[in-house]
């Protein structure tokens, strides 16, 4: 059965820092792309990161380039968004990803909140 669980999710100011993580499990992680999406109050689901099997490719949606950074680590079966410079519009629950066998597994989310 596949699992995601999400967590690093907090309260921080504007500006600053969290390193969210998804530890998966049920599934050959090493071989899927694994992805970030977030949703903010009031609006729909969004895609923000993706991140190939072995690491090497990776893309972001445009208003988070240059502040957040997708990483996995395949022996623990965990991928990583650092993210940084932190804006009030940052503020959603954010949620990994991944499409196994034609379905989207989803976890149950973290909740990041940036506000001063």
């Known amino acids: 059965q596949v699992q995601l669980v999400e967590s690093g999710g907090g309260l921080v100011q504007p500006g600053g820092s969290l390193r969210l993580s998804c530890a998966a499990s049920g599934f050959p992680f090493s071989t899927y792309a694994m992805m970030w999406y977030r949703q903010a109050p009031g609006k729909e689901r969004e895609w923000v990161a993706i991140i190939g099997p072995a690491g090497g490719r990776r893309n972001y949606v445009d208003p988070v380039k240059g502040r957040f950074t997708i990483s996995r680590d395949n022996a623990k079966n965990t991928v990583y968004l650092q993210i940084n410079s932190l804006k009030p519009e940052d503020t959603a629950v954010y949620y990994c990803?991944?499409?196994?066998?034609?379905?989207?597994?989803w976890g149950q989310g973290t909740q990041v909140t940036v506000s001063s």
């Open positions: 990803n991944v499409q196994y066998r034609g379905v989207d597994y």
